[in-house]
Nanobody, 121 residues
């Protein structure tokens, strides 16, 4: 079984910064693309950023130039550095990853439990 656990959320004033972390643990054979999603109250979950195993990144237009996604393949971790935060960034942030467990021959998407980010004006 594979688990994803996020950390680093919290309350911050507009213009501030936060760094989210996510670790993948368990019976892991391989991890491919990792990403961060968010869901604000009353809204659908949306992609914030993702990153491939080779380091290619993709960002939502709303966070380009403010957020940066990185990963440490040796530690099975992905990070989201969030700068110049705005009240509209307030949401629950979820980590996800395409994982293949040691008992499986295919990849599937696993999600973390989410971490709250609140940006006050």
């Amino acid at each position: 079984q594979v688990q994803l656990v996020e950390s680093g959320g919290g309350l911050v004033q507009a213009g501030g910064s936060l760094r989210l972390s996510c670790v993948v643990s368990g019976s892991i054979f391989s991890i491919n693309t990792m990403g961060w999603y968010r869901q604000a109250p009353g809204k659908q979950r949306e992609l914030v950023a993702d990153i491939t195993t080779s380091g290619s990144t993709n960002y939502a237009d709303s966070v380009k130039g403010r957020f940066a996604i990185t990963r440490d393949n040796a530690k099975n971790m992905v990070y989201l550095q969030m700068n110049s935060l705005k009240p509209e960034d307030t949401a629950v942030y979820y980590c996800n990853a395409g994982v293949r467990s040691k008992r499986s021959s295919y990849y599937y998407t696993e999600w973390g439990q989410g971490t709250q980010v609140t940006v006050s004006s």
